[in-house]
Protein backbone atom coordinates (compact mmCIF):
# COMPACT_ATOMS: atom_id res chain seq x y z
CA UNK A 1 0.00 0.00 0.00
CA UNK A 2 1.16 3.35 -1.30
CA UNK A 3 1.51 6.77 1.38
CA UNK A 4 -0.90 9.00 0.00
CA UNK A 5 0.51 11.56 -2.34
CA UNK A 6 0.43 15.49 -1.38
CA UNK A 7 1.40 15.94 -5.08
CA UNK A 8 4.05 18.31 -3.83
CA UNK A 9 7.35 19.94 -5.45
CA UNK A 10 10.87 19.90 -3.71
CA UNK A 11 12.83 22.31 -5.01
CA UNK A 12 16.53 23.09 -5.16
CA UNK A 13 16.90 26.75 -4.71
CA UNK A 14 20.17 27.24 -4.75
CA UNK A 15 20.70 25.06 -7.63
CA UNK A 16 17.52 25.95 -9.51
CA UNK A 17 16.74 22.61 -10.13
CA UNK A 18 13.20 20.38 -8.98
CA UNK A 19 14.29 17.18 -7.07
CA UNK A 20 10.83 15.55 -6.84
CA UNK A 21 7.62 16.68 -8.18
CA UNK A 22 5.85 14.31 -6.58
CA UNK A 23 6.51 14.03 -2.82
CA UNK A 24 4.60 12.05 -0.14
CA UNK A 25 4.58 12.93 2.75
CA UNK A 26 5.57 10.90 5.69
CA UNK A 27 4.02 12.88 9.17
CA UNK A 28 3.05 10.29 11.71
CA UNK A 29 5.44 7.46 13.60
CA UNK A 30 4.05 4.39 11.46
CA UNK A 31 4.45 6.33 8.01
CA UNK A 32 8.04 6.99 9.36
CA UNK A 33 8.26 3.97 10.48
CA UNK A 34 7.20 2.29 7.36
CA UNK A 35 8.81 4.38 4.68
CA UNK A 36 9.77 2.85 1.41
CA UNK A 37 10.00 -0.55 2.99
CA UNK A 38 8.87 -3.82 0.43
CA UNK A 39 8.35 -1.44 -2.30
CA UNK A 40 10.30 -2.79 -5.24
CA UNK A 41 10.47 0.85 -6.75
CA UNK A 42 10.44 4.52 -6.37
CA UNK A 43 9.17 6.61 -9.22
CA UNK A 44 11.73 9.13 -11.43
CA UNK A 45 9.87 12.13 -10.46
CA UNK A 46 9.09 10.67 -6.33
CA UNK A 47 9.99 11.27 -2.74
CA UNK A 48 9.33 10.45 0.46
CA UNK A 49 9.43 13.17 2.54
CA UNK A 50 9.40 12.98 6.33
CA UNK A 51 8.55 15.38 8.99
CA UNK A 52 10.02 15.80 12.47
CA UNK A 53 8.55 18.01 14.91
CA UNK A 54 11.79 18.01 17.20
CA UNK A 55 15.60 19.06 15.47
CA UNK A 56 17.57 16.09 16.26
CA UNK A 57 20.08 13.44 14.44
CA UNK A 58 17.38 11.33 13.21
CA UNK A 59 18.37 8.05 11.88
CA UNK A 60 16.98 5.78 9.10
CA UNK A 61 18.01 2.27 8.44
CA UNK A 62 17.07 0.50 5.29
CA UNK A 63 15.18 -2.79 6.47
CA UNK A 64 12.52 -3.74 4.76
CA UNK A 65 14.33 -2.48 1.49
CA UNK A 66 14.53 -3.57 -2.27
CA UNK A 67 16.39 -0.86 -3.48
CA UNK A 68 19.22 1.82 -2.75
CA UNK A 69 18.03 5.07 -2.36
CA UNK A 70 19.49 8.88 -1.79
CA UNK A 71 19.42 10.03 2.24
CA UNK A 72 18.61 14.37 2.08
CA UNK A 73 18.64 15.22 5.67
CA UNK A 74 17.21 18.75 6.03
CA UNK A 75 16.78 21.61 8.80
CA UNK A 76 14.07 23.63 9.97
CA UNK A 77 15.30 26.32 7.63
CA UNK A 78 15.18 23.84 4.87
CA UNK A 79 18.52 23.88 4.38
CA UNK A 80 20.73 20.27 3.22
CA UNK A 81 22.56 19.63 6.29
CA UNK A 82 23.74 15.83 4.98
CA UNK A 83 23.33 13.88 1.92
CA UNK A 84 23.92 9.74 1.81
CA UNK A 85 24.28 9.02 -1.39
CA UNK A 86 23.58 5.67 -2.74
CA UNK A 87 22.40 4.02 0.86
CA UNK A 88 21.97 0.00 -0.23
CA UNK A 89 19.36 -2.23 1.53
CA UNK A 90 19.71 -4.27 4.32
CA UNK A 91 21.57 -7.60 3.13
CA UNK A 92 20.66 -10.71 5.28
CA UNK A 93 23.96 -10.61 7.39
CA UNK A 94 23.53 -8.26 10.35
CA UNK A 95 27.18 -7.29 10.79
CA UNK A 96 26.38 -5.23 7.77
CA UNK A 97 23.56 -3.69 8.49
CA UNK A 98 24.27 0.44 8.57
CA UNK A 99 22.06 2.69 10.43
CA UNK A 100 22.70 6.55 8.52
CA UNK A 101 23.02 8.95 10.98
CA UNK A 102 23.30 12.92 9.54
CA UNK A 103 26.31 15.08 11.00
CA UNK A 104 23.99 18.08 12.19
CA UNK A 105 20.52 17.97 13.65
CA UNK A 106 17.63 17.88 10.98
CA UNK A 107 13.69 18.31 11.16
CA UNK A 108 12.89 16.59 8.15
CA UNK A 109 14.54 13.71 5.98
CA UNK A 110 13.98 12.99 1.61
CA UNK A 111 14.29 9.78 0.53
CA UNK A 112 14.87 9.56 -3.13
CA UNK A 113 15.67 7.19 -6.14
CA UNK A 114 19.63 6.69 -5.65
CA UNK A 115 21.87 9.11 -7.89
CA UNK A 116 19.04 12.11 -7.72
CA UNK A 117 21.76 13.95 -5.66
CA UNK A 118 24.39 14.23 -7.94
CA UNK A 119 22.47 14.20 -10.73
CA UNK A 120 21.07 17.82 -9.15
CA UNK A 121 24.39 18.38 -7.78
CA UNK A 122 22.46 19.16 -4.61
CA UNK A 123 25.23 19.43 -1.80
CA UNK A 124 24.94 20.68 1.85
CA UNK A 125 24.32 24.22 2.48
CA UNK A 126 21.56 24.09 -0.53
CA UNK A 127 18.55 25.81 0.61
CA UNK A 128 15.00 23.52 -0.34
CA UNK A 129 12.03 24.79 -0.99
CA UNK A 130 8.22 22.59 -0.23
Known amino acids: ???????????????????VSDVELAD?????????????????????????EQERRHEIWMFGMRFPIDIIFIDREKRIVDVKRDAKPM?????TWKIYRPGKKCCYVLETRSG???RTNSEVGDQLEF
Open 28 to 52: SIGKKTKGLMFRDSLGKDAGLLMTF
Open 91 to 95: GRNPF
Open 116 to 118: LAQ
Open 1 to 19: MKTSSSNKTVRNVTRKKVL
